[in-house]
């Protein structure tokens, strides 16, 4: 199962709601995805970052499960996703590449 890196932000061109409960009830509905995403494992880790606006997620599956889910958070989040090579299998690669265009180079 592949895991990815999503840094997302709040979209200011979203038509976020100006009355104070009114978001407040858009943040609980997000936030309870989120918790949600946690208990079935699918999200290993989100955070906010210090300027209140941004943030990242680690989290589990396919490339359409990831869709599926950021799909929920449009239009107010835009997300920029990163799958993420494990470091043995990147070394793995990266040395065959390696090896092959030394080879190459002979």
């Given at each position: 199962m592949a895991r990815y890196l999503v840094l997302w932000r709040m979209n200011s061109a979203?038509?976020?709601p100006t009355d104070p409960s009114k978001s407040l009830e858009l943040n609980e509905m997000m936030w309870m995805a989120i918790d949600s995403f946690k208990q079935e494992g699918l999200l290993e880790d989100f955070g906010f970052f210090p300027d209140?606006?941004?943030g990242y997620a680690i989290g589990?599956?396919?490339a359409t499960d990831v869709f599926s889910r950021l799909s929920m958070f449009l239009p107010y989040m835009l997300p920029e996703v990163h799958e993420i090579i494990p470091y043995e299998k990147g070394k793995k690669v990266l040395?065959?590449?390696m090896s092959q265009m030394a080879q190459l180079q002979k």
């Open positions: 979203a038509p976020w209140g606006t941004t589990k599956g396919d040395r065959e590449a």
